[in-house]
DNA sequence: GGCGTGGTCAACCACTTGGTTGAAGAAGGT
DNA sequence: ACCTTCTTCAACCAAGTGGTTGACCACGCC
């Protein structure tokens, strides 16, 4: 999967994985404090912390020996650039539609089966 | 995987299905309308239009034998808020670290490490 | 140097996923 | 009633995913 929109989208897509986002927009933490709360292994947590890295939503630096893991908040606008564009077209959309709806005569043909029985 | 907030993302972390609701954003559109562009099956794409509607991206309505599948933009909403909470949330502290160091005395210890050899 | 701590790499497992082919429903046209 | 068209269901397959356990690496501390 190598476009950048589709990782981000999929990193974001495992709850785990966005609770880890949300605890991290207050702070940033190392592995096993981010693994605490979870009951799953260390490892499982590293895994997800490098599938977020890989969408460059995470970054970690070393410090000691410690790894701590930094939000990095900028790809966030991949997403909703994206999301915007499509939901802007959608209600463009829809407006249209009501203009037309508004314009129209009355009532066309309505058939039978329009009308619930 | 139950929760809507990770079908969504998840929906959406595939390209074709992007690609789908993208075309969809112009109107609406058949299984077979939407299929042509792509070298895979209709069944395939049958698949993706399923897993669109389970997100709540997508309304299926019964038209004669066609079926039209239908943008639904609202689901969107609950992806922005959920970014837009955590964008703002990040932000937030990135300022707070700013005015942190900007009350700073000057410099504190720089260990010789900071600087690049 | 040796040891404990924090973190990752590797191999494996069950389950999901995106794709295929083939058959079957559902509605119209004749 | 029959055929055609649009769509979905079912079974299968290769590849990916989230999880495990066990070994390993990189530090700082004695």
Do not use: C
Request: aromatic fraction near 6%; proline fraction near 7%; avoid cysteine.
């Amino acid at each position: 999967m190598a476009d950048p929109l589709s990782r981000v989208f999929s990193a974001l897509a495992d709850p785990t994985r966005r609770d880890i986002v949300a605890r991290l927009a207050v702070g940033d933490a190392t592995v096993n404090e981010l693994a605490a709360p979870y009951d799953v292994t260390v490892q499982a947590v590293s895994k997800h912390l490098k599938v977020l890295e890989d969408a460059g939503l995470v970054s970690r630096s070393r410090e000691a020996q410690r790894r701590p893991v930094h939000l990095e908040a900028e790809v966030f606008d991949l997403m909703t650039k994206w999301i915007e564009r499509y939901r802007r077209q959608a209600e463009e959309r829809y407006r249209r539609l009501d203009d037309v709806l508004r314009s129209m005569p009355d009532a066309g043909p309505q058939p039978a089966k329009a009308t619930q029985p």
